[in-house]
């Protein structure tokens, strides 16, 4: 079973602001649970900015997922890959829901960081984050490449 648990918070109208180069992440949190991970560090904190101040955070779960750091059978390993593939379908719909009613949203996969913590919150994995709110400043369409840029067809 997937399902969503929602946490509001209150939104503090106040902007996100990009960490400058001169501002450094502490030691302790460097060398944490991913010893090769500082380079990331910052966005994750940024991540955790913006997650603070939204005012609806949707956390996904999957209640039946296996763990993260077991060995899978090949059985095991085609249900993660399906479920996987059915929760990223759920969320691409929630946040084209989201634009659809004005709200800006925020897909948020880097909770790695804190993915123990998280999950035995939650009770079960956490696969993803999506924070919802009223965007401070319009965002435009990016470019799109052409299909038969993108697309290889194969007969």
């Known amino acids: 079973m997937i399902w969503l648990k929602l946490q509001g918070k209150k939104s503090g109208g106040k902007k996100c602001r990009k960490r400058s180069k001169?501002?450094?992440v502490s030691e302790n949190t460097k060398t944490c649970r991913f010893p090769d991970s500082s380079p990331y560090i910052t966005g994750a904190e940024h991540t955790l900015q913006i997650m603070r101040q939204a005012p609806v955070?949707?956390?996904v779960v999957?209640?039946?997922a296996a763990s993260?750091?077991?060995i899978l059978t090949m059985d095991e390993r085609v249900s993660e890959i399906?479920?996987?593939q059915s929760i990223g379908a759920a969320i691409e719909n929630m946040t084209l829901t989201a634009t659809e009613l004005g709200l800006g949203s925020l897909w948020i996969c880097d909770t790695f960081f804190a993915q123990k913590e998280l999950s035995e919150w939650l009770n079960g994995?956490?696969?993803a984050a999506l924070a919802v709110g009223y965007a401070e400043e319009k965002t435009c369409?990016?470019?799109r490449k052409k299909p038969e840029n993108t697309i290889e067809w194969r007969l």
């Open 141 to 143: 369409a990016r470019p």
């Open 62 to 64: 999957n209640e039946i």
């Open 22 to 24: 001169t501002e450094e």
């Open 57 to 59: 955070v949707i956390f």
């Open 82 to 84: 399906c479920n996987a």
């Open 125 to 127: 994995e956490l696969y």
């Open 68 to 70: 993260f750091d077991k």
